[in-house]
């Protein structure tokens, strides 16, 4: 291979790491494939609380549009047992008719002429007068949903009243109307019996039918609305966790830092990791969009295209740049889990990200000006959150250097003399002798006197990254004397001097 440097080098770095994350994410394909398709699972939840909450309300014409309502033949007294919150033993209703046998008559009649079913003799309770209807009901709260008060005025003329509780009751989102459910059928049922008692006809056919008012449909709360944000917020997590995992494992096995040792720019290191993780992060949001309008939502059907990818396309962005920042402090792979699952929780709970901002923005339908500040904080944020992920990474201590920035107050390593043994302390005090007394020996070919040898520090300035080296001694005194005719041969370990000396 031809050596490179440069901006070639460079490249070529880049492109071997490259290939390294492809042939990583290959072998860990399970968790690719999970990292971009896990929308998939998230926007069938989605989906199947969209239609439950649907089927949960089809019953009602609410949430229907109405043009032409059909009528309602058949209001029957229903069974006490029916209301949303009753007292049992319960009552259907309670009657009150000053003892008179006429009224009487009428009230059996409603029993057994209730249609679709008779209500039993002892469901129906008998007062004299309202008031005792009133002292009744109040002592015994929720045990009957209405009263009748009849009053015979004369033989041609019986007037009555009704009697409910019109406080609206709710019961699993669905409210209970107590006018549609209680009083018209006591009213209907009332006045039927009355016209065949004043007529004399039993049998008289008395319908009547309603119709409620066209109107259009009220709209069901949307379950993207409520919990869209934390489930596509659990899809991003997915990328997060496995991106920070990758780069922590890296970290902890020695495996960038042996590159590093064998000359990787940084450069290369982190644009070969953003631009494998931005791929992955494309896909992705790309497939969530997909599943989307798969399933049919509003929500991806009714924006554009482009516009509701960017968003989910520039938020996982943002996550990567979190999970580069969040790297630089965390030492062990196994905590990645556990940190990417605490941050999913809060985002949960409070949903401060920009994503739900996004998500309401579109799901409200707006056109305002203000409308790409989300893709502008998106964007920031991602660059931000990446150059604080280089700057962490520099100046936090690492597994073998400590703080890389030593321009700011990293310490240099403390260099360690080991003493000489006693010949090179007997030839250093002999040639200083020699020197101190003029002493001129003909047998010496070569005298060395004190040799010292020191490198200066050096300020290395990168970016987002300042290395600073301190002065180097490699020869801190050297005292030696060369006999004449004689070969002199220096042996040593590595980095003990040797062509320093020499």
Known sequence: MELQSGLRLLFQQYKALFWKNFLLSWRN??????????????????FAIQKAIEARFSSSTAYKSVADPEPLLSFPIPPCEDKFYVKLPCLDFVWSGNGSARVSRIVDAIRANNPGRQIPA?????????????????????TCPGALHFEERNVTVISYGIQTNSTTLAKRGVFEDPTFKFQIPLQIAAEREIARSLIGVPNFSWVATLEEFAHPALEIFSALDTVGPA?????????FVFQMSSLIT???LKLRQAMSIMGLYDSAYWLSWLTWEGILALLSSLFIVLFGMMFQFDFFLNNSFAVVFLVFFLFQLNMLGFAFMLSA?????SSSTTAGFFIFIIGFVTQPNLLAEALTLLAKATSTPQDDDIYKWLVATFFVLFVLAIYFDNIIANISE???????????????FYPDDEDVLEEESLVKQQTKDGVNDPNIAVQIRGLRKTYPGATNIGCCKCNKNSPYQALTGLWVNFAKDQLFCLLGPNGAGEDHSN
């Open 231 to 239: 489930f596509f917020l659990a899809t991003a997590m997915f990328g």
């Open 29 to 46: 394909r399970r968790a690719t494939f999970l990292q971009i398709f896990a929308s998939l699972f998230f926007i069938f939840l989605i």
């Open 250 to 252: 890296e970290k902890e």
């Open 122 to 142: 002892d469901k129906v309770k008998q007062f004299r007068t309202a008031d005792e209807v009133d002292e009744y009901l109040y002592n015994n709260p929720m």
């Open 402 to 416: 400590g703080g890389i920035c030593s321009c700011i107050g990293s310490v240099p390593p403390e260099e360690v």
């Open 329 to 333: 402090f965390i030492t062990k792979a």
